[in-house]
Each structure stands twice: as C-alpha cells, then as structure tokens.
C-alpha cells in the first residue's frame, strides 16, 4: 500500500502500511537502485522523503526485511517531478548600445536564473532582466531556464536581431532611460559617455529636494547601468510616489522621470 506526495516542486514523501511484529526494516529502492534502508528495530517507521530531484520520471517500490530475509517487492509508483520554466523572452534596444532581456517567472518559487548568451552562461541572478551592451554579434539566442536546488529547469529560448551590430556609432552623452519604470523597489539608471569624464547622477523627490547621491566622480568612456535600491542617503526605505533622476555630465544635464510603486 505505497503512496507518494510531491511538495515544493522537486520533493517527495513515500509513505506505506505494515503490520508486522517480526519486522525489522525497509529497503527503498528508486529506478530499480536501492536509495535508503531503513532500521525499524526500536519503532515503525512507515514514510521516507526523497529530496532535490532533478527534472524526470521516478518509480518506487520497497522491500521489507525480516532479519537477513528480504519480502517480495511492494507494487511499484510512480510520479514525474516538472521543473516549472521562466516565459516569455522579450527585448528591449537600448540605444545603439545595448538591449534589456527580460522574461516572466515561473508561478513558484525559484533559486535563481541563468541566462544563456549563444549557449554560454552570461548570468546567474535572481531578478527578471538584464542588460547586455556587447551586441557586436547578430543574430544572438538568449535562453533562460530557472533553477531549484542547483538543478535546472528546460530552457526558453529567444532571437535578437541588432540591425545596427555592423555599423560603427559615435557615442553621445545620452540617458537611455532606467528599467524597470514603475519600479518596486530597485531599478537600473543607464547613460552612455562619449570620453571618460567626471559626472554627478542624483535623486530628487517631486518637490525637488535631493534624496541620495548615486554616482559622483570620474566614469569612463562607453555605456554604464548604475541601480538605485529605493532608499535615500540615510539608508530609509523612501515612499511610493514620482522621483527624478539628473545625470549632469560635462557637456550636458538630463533630467528624467520614474514612478515608484510599493
């Protein structure tokens, strides 16, 4: 009388029925491979949970052991364990630059992401996007699969094509915008600087007073994501509502606006 629960995705609880005095333990096996035996001299033990499984198909049975003698195996179960995948690839230029990846979570909890840049890991993370300025290559394939206790789920898969990764741009003092926009709690500023030069980047609130100092001092040549956590300079969490950020390079100042959202 085996059963099985799947809990937490990649887990699973093995429970049974025995009656028996003369019984002194079980053998569980999984794929036809013994995983466990399990002492019952002291007291029954009648459930074993097997855990972090990868993606696949399992059939168990178990045996019962009676001293040095082993019973008929148990009718076997089995039960598939689906590793829930990420969806929906979806890009967005930045610039000539650059373009923002982003995808959709599975509807479970996951450990983190790894994305894939023409099969080679790019990142592991726990946000939805990610920003990718070295595009000198196209066609690219972006894939994305989540991850649960180290195992990986199927991969989604997606296509960039940059029509501009051929051409040579001479880079300006540009915002390029931050993302995500509204934003709860953390979002990513990004410019681009034609020569190294010093810059200021600072929130301000609706009434125009400053909130925090992100960036202030020399920046290179090329493009640049800086993130603001939501929190002003006194490390306080700020409240929902419209803020601005100003990059103020050497030739130019920007103004631009986001929503925070809580």
């Not at 993606?55 to 009718?75: C, K, M, Q, R």
């Not at 741009?169 to 709690?185: A, R, S, T």
């Not at 400053?210 to 202030?216: E, F, G, R, T």
């Amino acid at each position: 009388n085996l059963q099985l629960e799947i809990y937490d995705v990649n887990n699973l609880e093995l429970n049974w029925s025995f009656d028996s005095r003369a019984l002194t333990g079980y053998k569980i096996y999984r794929n036809d491979e013994m995983i466990e035996e399990i002492d019952c001299t002291d007291f029954p033990i009648f459930s074993y949970q097997d855990e972090n499984l990868a993606g696949g198909e399992y059939t168990y049975y178990i045996v019962a052991l009676y001293g040095d003698t082993e019973s008929d195996p148990s009718d076997s179960i089995t039960a598939e364990i689906y590793l829930p995948t990420p969806s929906n690839i979806s890009f967005l230029p930045i610039g000539n630059t650059g373009v923002m990846i982003s995808w959709d979570a599975p509807e479970v909890d996951v450990d983190n992401y790894r994305l894939y840049k023409d099969g080679e890991l790019l990142s592991e993370q726990l946000t939805l996007f990610y920003n990718d300025f070295d595009l000198s290559e196209s066609p690219i394939t972006y894939s994305v699969t989540a991850v649960y206790d180290n195992y990986e789920s199927a991969e989604v898969t997606a296509v960039y094509e940059n029509s501009d990764a051929n051409n040579d741009f001479e880079l300006q003092d540009e915002i390029l915008g931050n993302y995500p926009n509204p934003f709860n709690p953390t979002t990513i500023i990004s410019f681009s600087l034609p020569t190294e030069q010093n810059i200021e980047l600072e929130i301000y609130n609706s009434i125009g007073q400053i909130v925090k100092i992100l960036y202030y001092g020399n920046a290179e040549k090329g493009t640049h994501s800086i993130v603001w956590n939501g929190k002003d300079s006194k490390n306080n969490s700020v409240s929902s509502g419209v803020y601005f950020y100003k990059l103020k390079t050497q030739n130019e100042t920007f103004n631009r606006k986001m929503l925070l959202m809580k």
